[in-house]
Every structure is written in structure tokens, then in C-alpha cells.
């Protein structure tokens, strides 16, 4: 129940409603593998690659491959968010409140859209029939030691593709490196390719490119927010993504088809009087989604300080 609406009565202050600074969408629903559940989980079949054989007799028998079906599992988790409108503050008011707490509730479930997808990236996946056995994220599988299959880390000091200068955040010599990953793990080149840093990570970069190189105007309007793709990325701010032990930004690049997302139920808002709160207006909103990581390979792990 909001006590402090107190703060917006009409003696003390205007007719407007100034919302304070907060991420307003989801940024990223729309950019992963989207699906809908119904029931307890949802389940994506996956087939696997094989390989084709020579054939060096005639007449010989008729080739098996026994093509590997393997499956990963989506669980939704419900979210809600309410709050109540007294009548008498509402009559103290010279706007109505109700319209601004609806949106309000929108743009909070809006971001645990993204705190899911985000969490899924790294976090253990569920895969086999049953969606019971645990695929943890393949932690120290970088490019020079590749222990596990798929799911690469760029280190916080990688300079593969650059000349050691500069600092730990992010770099181009990063994001190329992040591009090597995904083509070497033959993720389609026609599959839209997502980065997620920092607004910092984008000052990074901004900072490490020499005024004199062909990329600084580039990467000067992309901090700006006039362009949102380099290097085959399309680039998402995000202030939500999780640190590692060391305090360091795990930025994320990954295919569509890397990380997935399920809807059991979408943002639904609500609105009636509330007789056991003295018939206050009470606004409600709720939705139920799950994410989850699909493929390893699909998804790279950046490390910036």
C-alpha cells in the first residue's frame, strides 16, 4: 500500500506525475526463441548433427545414422505486483493515480522478463526426457581450452584480435572474438546475433577505439544510441546483468536460438475496489514465464572489468 502518496496531494504539490528514472521495456523479449507453455513446463525438441557417409561399395547396405533426439525444458515461474488507491486520496488528488500505477506495474514485470532471460543465460539448464539432467554453464571453457563443448568464455584480458593496449572492459578485440566463437560453432550467419553490455562496457569500447580508427564514429553513435549493431551484433544496453565472484560484468552475445523463452501467461492487469481495505482501488497485475538456456554453443560469455 503506497503510504507516501500523501507526498502528491494537491496543497503540496502539482497536477503531474514525475516518474522517477527506471528501464521502462523489457529489452530483451523479441530477441530469443519464443514459446508457449502449457502446464507445468514447456519442452523444445532438438535434433542433432550427423554425418554423412562415403560410399565405397556397390550394392552395400542401406545407411543408419541413428539421428540423436535430445530435448530441454522450459518451467514457468509466476510474478505479480499490486497496490492500493484510497478513496479519500483520490479525492485529495487533482490527477487520478490509477492509470500511473498500471504502468508502473507494467514496467516492473517488464524487467523480470529480462532478470529471467538474463539468469538463463548462465545458469543450469535442464535437459533429457524428463527435463532432469542439470547442464551447468561450462565455467573456465575458453577459447585456447575448450575443456567442454560449447558455451565459450572471452577472459577479462583476452586480446586476440587486438594489441594488448587499453583497458579489461569491453573491446573490439572482444567482440571479434565473441563473432569467432559463434561462427566457429557454425551458428548461421542469416541467425540475428545479440550482445548485451553495460552502459559502461559501452564507454569501454568507446574509450579503447582511437578517435583516428574507421570504428570510433561508429561506436560513438552507438554509445549515443543512434545505432544499436556492430560487427554483426545487434547491441542491447542492459544495467541488469550479473557479476562474477571477482566483481566483473558478465556480458552475454549469443544467437536467437541460444536462449529461449516461455509465456504461460503474459502481463495481465487488473483493477476493482477492495471491500476489505475500505472499497480502495486496488491495482493488480500479474504474468507466469520461464527461460531457459538451449545451446551451449549459442551462447558466449563475455568478461569485462
Known amino acids: 500500500m503506497s503510504f507516501t502518496i500523501s507526498e502528491s496531494f494537491v496543497l503540496q504539490f502539482g497536477a503531474n506525475v514525475m516518474e522517477l528514472a527506471q528501464q521502462r521495456v523489457s529489452r530483451f523479449k523479441g530477441h530469443v526463441y519464443e514459446d508457449q507453455i502449457t502446464g507445468e513446463a514447456a519442452y523444445l525438441e532438438q535434433l542433432a ?32 505486483w499490486g497496490d492500493l488507491i484510497d478513496r ?15 504502468r508502473n506495474a507494467g514496467r516492473a514485470l517488464g524487467r523480470a522478463y529480462d532478470d529471467e532471460i538474463i539468469a538463463a543465460g548462465f ?59 559463434l561462427d566457429q560453432a557454425e551458428v548461421d550467419e542469416d541467425e540475428e546475433r545479440y550482445l548485451a ?3 559502461r562496457q559501452l ?31 545487434k547491441i542491447i544496453r542492459s544495467e541488469r546483468l550479473l557479476v562474477n565472484a571477482l566483481g566483473q560484468t ?6 536467437r536460438m541460444g536462449l529461449g523463452l516461455g509465456v504461460a501467461k503474459d502481463i495481465s492487469p487488473q483493477a476493482g475496489p477492495r471491500p476489505d481495505k475500505r472499497f480502495a482501488q486496488y491495482i493488480y497485475c500479474d504474468m507466469s514465464i520461464g527461460a531457459a538456456r538451449l545451446e551451449e554453443a549459442r551462447v558466449v560469455e563475455v568478461i569485462c572489468a
Open 250 to 255: 558478465r556480458c552475454m552475445a549469443w544467437g
Open 49 to 80: 548433427p550427423t554425418a554423412a557417409r562415403k560410399v565405397t561399395a556397390r550394392h552395400a547396405d542401406s545407411p543408419m545414422m541413428n539421428s540423436q533426439w535430445l530435448r530441454r525444458r522450459i518451467a514457468p515461474y509466476d510474478y505479480d
Open 123 to 181: 545458469g543450469t539448464a535442464w535437459a533429457g526426457h524428463a527435463g532432469s539432467i542439470a547442464i551447468t554453464w561450462p565455467n573456465g571453457n575458453t577459447e585456447s581450452n575448450p575443456a567442454q563443448p560449447g558455451g565459450t568464455q572471452i577472459a577479462v584480458n583476452d586480446w586476440t584480435f587486438g594489441n594488448g593496449s587499453g583497458n579489461a572492459g569491453l573491446t573490439i578485440s572482444k567482440l571479434i572474438s565473441a563473432k569467432v566463437a
Open 197 to 199: 553490455a553495460t552502459g
Open 203 to 233: 564507454g569501454n569500447l568507446l574509450a579503447t577505439t582511437e578517435a583516428t580508427s574507421s570504428d570510433y564514429n561508429t561506436v560513438k553513435a552507438l554509445v549515443r544510441g543512434e545505432l544499436d549493431e556492430f560487427l554483426g551484433f
Open 88 to 102: 479519500l486520496d483520490k479525492v485529495r488528488l487533482l490527477i487520478d493515480p490509477e492509470s500511473h500505477y498500471t
